[in-house]
């Protein structure tokens, strides 16, 4: 028997009925008849300049399909034999086989070139087709934010519908609360704010790195980065007006330093977040250090003594915490490479426990004086400050193990619970007590970039900021991704958004809603559908 002509795409002649013999020679040549009615580019062979055509590939199926179709069946197609070749073609052009040296563009429907080729002048790499695609789709996200009305966060749910469950005797009270704040988050809005300072002539043109909010959210510690090397930090105030708006001013002093700030949390050593703990990494002659800075010590409208400043050698700290629990409320703890160091702020009495691996995230409980740490191995353990003077890492009160480097954790209200998040972009929900996770929230993105998570509880939301620079936001409950909101700048490793939430902004009568700053520029994503700009609200730089 002769073999399949894959050259003319069809069957070589066979003895079948005359029906069904002319029928099929009729077909093929009236399909060929109207593929070349369309070819009136120079597309003929199949390759141009520019690569491989897949519409010559697509015929030549198309042909295969309805040879063997034709010469299976009568000369009378049935509409299912019709649809199902039909079908098959589509399949067939949505999936663009992969060819070595070529990248294939739908909108074109043609194969291009990559390096080496043709087009020196400008040549094409999959980095930047996969740059420009990224770009392409958060653009169509950025465009659908703008939208007044948006896509409900999970099916049926609306605040209408909500308030006529919680009428009826539907839905409990923390439940129509909770569903509520996922409406709001749902149709958040982008607002730029421009931040007050007293020096108006010098705008701010040195990056964000990092904003950190205290526990009442009326300031942000900032951090920024600057154009000649190091860092300079400083306070920013943020208040709500009668009107609903939010404005934020910039403390008179910012601190530079060539140093690379690590980690911060604040710290409450003569009232509640009267400090701030830094984490500054040593270069070149410059030796590492681990800061107490008054929050005082950024004003100048305080001229009195700001309080206690320490600083401590403790050289390339990766994280830092600090101690709320009254039996240890004086008590901060470092992670370092491969050891941990739990000291007291006033006394200086030092306890250091040797680890298997670097610890890159800390944070401690309320109720009990216990330390959670998250090592660069992907184990997370807990330290007991009660239970001193053990050996061969007995101290351990708690351990387990996640796939990745361990970049935040996060202890709940409930601390029988725990948040981790990995550089696999796993962020999990632990049970302490069995050392099992309970709950996964997917989407995350991350793959060697050391970044927090945020939890509000009152809210019911967990928010996450990936390396792809998209801030996330799930339900704490179920892990329901409820929104994800695309960076207002191009994505860069350099650029990632760091993010502040909170449902009292500027204080106890504040406004809720997500504080994100990205490169120079501070955004404000307002609850309030109908926040205003410019007239009513006074914001600025």
Not at 200 to 215: E, Y
Not at 314 to 342: E, H, M, Y
Not at 394 to 419: C, G, M, P
Request: proline share 5%; net charge positive; charged share 20%.
């Amino acid at each position: 028997m002769k073999k399949w002509n894959w050259r003319e795409g069809q069957r070589p002649y066979r003895r079948q009925g005359a029906g069904q013999r002319h029928g099929w020679f009729r077909g093929n040549r009236q399909r060929s008849t109207q593929d070349e009615r369309h070819m009136d580019t120079p597309l003929r062979s199949g390759y141009n300049d520019a690569g491989p055509s897949l519409r010559t590939s697509q015929r030549r199926y198309e042909n295969q399909s309805s040879s063997s179709t034709s010469t299976s069946s009568s000369s009378t197609s049935s509409p299912s034999t019709s649809s199902s070749t039909s079908s098959s073609s589509s399949k067939a052009s949505s999936a663009a086989p992969e060819l070595p040296g070529f990248y294939f563009d739908p909108e074109k429907n043609r194969y291009f070139r990559l390096l080496p080729g043709h087009n020196n002048c400008n040549p094409l790499t999959r980095e930047q087709l996969q740059e420009k695609e990224r770009e392409k789709r958060r653009n169509k996200m950025l465009a659908e934010d703008e939208k007044p009305r948006k896509k409900a966060p999970r099916t049926g749910l609306n605040t209408s519908l909500l308030l006529q469950k919680r009428h009826l005797g539907l839905l409990p009270e923390n439940s129509y609360c909770r569903l509520v704040h996922e409406v709001k988050v749902s149709g958040m809005r982008r607002h730029k704010l421009e931040i007050q300072s007293t020096d108006n002539s010098n705008p701010n043109t040195d990056n964000f790195r990092l904003i950190v909010g205290d526990s009442a959210c009326e300031r942000v510690f900032t951090v920024n980065d600057v154009s000649h090397g190091g860092c300079k930090y400083g306070i920013m105030n943020f208040s709500s007006s009668s009107r609903g708006s939010l404005s934020v001013e910039m403390c008179d002093n910012l601190y530079f330093t060539n140093r690379k700030v690590n980690s911060i949390c604040w710290a409450s050593v003569n009232y509640p977040d009267s400090h701030v703990l830094l984490c500054l990494v040593g270069v070149a002659d410059t030796p590492g250090c681990v800061s107490l800075l008054p929050a005082s010590l950024f004003s100048n409208s305080n001229p009195d003594q700001p309080g206690m400043l320490c600083s401590f050698k403790i050289s390339s700290a990766w994280s830092c915490a600090w101690c709320l629990n009254p039996q240890f409320d004086k008590t901060f703890s470092t992670g370092l490479s491969r050891r941990v160091i739990v000291k007291d702020a006033e006394t200086g009495r030092t306890q250091t426990y040797s680890t298997g691996s670097d610890v890159l995230a800390q944070q401690f409980a309320l109720r009990v004086p216990v330390l959670f740490n998250g090592c660069r191995s992907g184990e997370i353990f807990s330290i007991d400050l009660r239970q001193r003077g053990r050996r061969d890492q007995s101290w351990k009160a708690s351990r387990f193990h996640q796939e990745s480097a361990i970049t935040s954790v996060r202890v709940l209200q409930d601390e029988n619970y725990l948040l981790a998040a990995d550089m696999l972009g796993q962020i999990k929900l632990w049970d302490v007590r069995v050392t099992k996770p309970v709950q996964e929230y997917k989407g995350h993105y991350n793959e060697h970039a050391y970044l927090p998570i945020h939890v509000n509880e009152p809210e019911g939301l967990l928010l996450a900021v990936g390396q792809d620079c998209y801030t996330r936001l799930w339900s704490l409950k179920d892990g329901h991704l409820l929104r994800t909101i695309p960076s207002p700048h191009p994505t860069a490793n350099d650029l990632i958004p760091s993010v502040v939430f909170s449902s009292k902004l500027g204080g106890c009568r504040g406004l809720p809603g997500l504080l994100m700053a990205v490169k120079h520029d501070l955004y404000y994503f307002p609850y309030n559908t109908d926040y205003q700009e410019g007239g009513e609200q006074q914001a600025g730089f």
